[in-house]
């Protein structure tokens, strides 16, 4: 009750002040140039006398050490210095030219620009001593790419900004560090529509706006303020503000990093659990879909094909569980019912845990595994294969059985009341199939340094996925440190295989990719 206190008298006065700004506005008793005015006076006169005030009226010869300061300091400056030279020599070499961005370009870019910022990623964790080079490029791809899977046995022993960092990964790779790119910089132009293609995931790349950067811009708004929402109930739930603030950005980042070693465990609160639950789930949908619910109404969801298929197949895998549970687990009902609804909505985009999965029913693990493939829907922050592709791939299947019956008649594809061009479905054919190869490719290539072969698919299937926990060797409560060096570098690359979806990725692999003079 007493740190409820201090939050709210830090808090509400500053609501209350927004909330008399706003009803001024709406009522017109101001107009927007008064309030600018206001503004300016309050920022720049009112903010700096206070914290000169408070600074002045601080001890700071008790908190104040200068060795760690000079640290700290020191190692932002190295790490916006790196970042600020890389940019220059960017610029410097860039065409002055302005011209469209081509496809390849948009390709390179992205690419590019993921393995860039999850180099810059690591430099907290190896310039703060905690991790090595490889460890730390390992525990960045994982926080960029959502997949939470963590070289660190001893989270207790890191600072509160670090471990602040590994969640905010999490959240600027969530919605995409291209997404946010287009959605913060208007300067971009219309020509990043390459870029945005290859980052988004889902057979389709669908456009609630006209305008790009308007609506990667109502994305980012969507996304910070679900991101809000969550970190405010989680405090009410019991969470102090930081922690709140960080399981808010893993959750909506679909990620799973936490600040404590046993993960979500260490709550042990039904309240926290169940929100949790929910946010997961919510994270999981499609983005511009809620957006045009926010326009259009809830009719938008209902007709959703894929929303539908998304939370059926969460249905049908929470009831599989919580049998599973009771009857081979001798598990009792609520607790059963309580672990499946958590496990099923993490499993399928986060990778939080709540119970050591790797010890239930193998029905319970098959039902978790399926989730860790099939993912969330397009459009979301979570990875996978993806509901939409699933929903094709069975009606697809379906119409082939059709016409088997009847040769001559016409079948076609629909999927939200529209027709599915065949492209699209020889699209999703071919993406499924490199999707499952990699997972058996990538199980072969572990099981070559020695991991059991249903821990090296387990692996597979989470790192593929970008999800976290597996089984075996990296179960619910292990983490992925003992792994040999070779076997987290091809970690690394998966990882980024899986968030870019494959064909990106391969893309830049071709050699005719950088020869070719011709755009494309």
């Not at 319970?364 to 996978?384: N, Q």
Request: proline share 3%; net charge positive; glycine share 10%.
């Amino acid at each position: 009750m007493e740190n409820l206190m201090i939050s709210a008298n830090a808090v509400l006065p500053m609501c209350l002040v927004m909330a008399l700004g706003y009803g001024t506005r709406r009522l017109g008793w101001l107009r927007r140039e008064e309030i600018s005015t206001i503004n300016k006076i309050a920022f720049r006169i009112f903010l700096p006398c206070l914290l000169y005030y408070n600074i002045y009226c601080s001890d700071l010869s008790g908190s104040f050490d200068p060795l760690l300061m000079t640290y700290a300091v020191g190692g932002v400056l190295l790490t916006f210095g790196l970042a600020l030279a890389l940019f220059c020599v960017l610029v410097t070499h860039a065409r002055r030219e302005v011209r469209a961005i081509t496809m390849r370009e948009g390709i390179a870019i992205t690419g590019l620009g993921w393995c860039i910022g999850a180099g810059i990623g690591m430099l907290p964790y190896v310039l703060g001593g905690c991790l090595g080079f490889l460890d730390g490029l390992f525990e960045s791809l994982s926080g960029f790419t959502g997949t939470g899977a963590t070289v660190i046995t001893a989270l207790s022993d890191l600072p509160r900004s670090l471990l602040f960092w590994r969640s905010m990964t999490h959240w600027f790779g969530g919605l995409g560090i291209i997404v946010i790119f287009i959605a913060l910089l208007p300067q971009a132009g219309q020509s990043t529509v390459y870029m945005y293609n290859a980052e988004t995931t889902g057979p389709t790349h669908d456009r609630v706006m006209p305008r790009l950067q308007s609506m990667t811009g109502a994305l980012f708004r969507l996304y910070a303020g679900l991101t809000l929402a969550a970190a405010v109930i989680y405090w009410l739930c019991g969470m102090d503000a930081v922690t709140a603030a960080n399981h808010a950005l893993s959750t909506l980042g679909t990620g799973g990093f936490s600040t404590y070693d046993d993960n979500a465990m260490a709550f042990d609160n039904v309240w926290i659990e169940g929100w949790m639950s929910l946010f997961m789930i919510v994270a999981g949908g499609n983005f511009a879909l809620y957006y045009k619910v926010w326009k259009k109404g809830a009719g938008a969801l209902r007709r959703n094909t894929e929303f539908r298929a998304y939370l059926g197949i969460l249905a049908a895998a929470m009831l599989l569980v919580t049998g599973s549970l009771v009857s081979a687990g001798g598990m009792a009902l609520p607790q059963a019912a309580r672990y499946a609804v958590f496990q099923v909505a993490s499993l399928s985009t986060t990778g939080f845990v709540t119970a050591d999965f790797d010890r239930w029913p193998a029905l319970a693990k098959g039902v978790l595994l399926t989730l860790m493939v099939i993912g969330g829907c397009a459009g979301s922050t979570a990875s996978g294969l993806k509901v939409s592709r699933i929903v094709l791939l069975v009606k697809s299947s379906a119409q082939i059985f059709l016409a088997k019956l009847h040769p001559h008649a016409l079948h076609v594809v629909r999927m939200n009341g529209h027709t599915v061009p065949v492209s699209v479905l020889h699209r999703v054919g071919h993406f499924f199939f490199l999707y499952m190869m990699a997972i058996v490719l990538f199980a072969l290539a572990f099981t070559a340094f020695g991991v059991p072969i249903f821990d090296a698919v387990g692996i597979s299937v989470t790192t593929l996925g970008n999800v976290g926990p597996a089984f075996g060797i990296a179960g619910a409560t292990c983490t992925f440190a003992p792994l040999p060096a070779g076997m987290k570098v091809l970690l690394c690359f998966e990882m980024l295989l899986g968030r870019l979806e494959i064909f990106t990725l391969l893309a830049m692999l071709q050699p005719a990719f950088w020869r070719t003079k011709h755009p494309w």
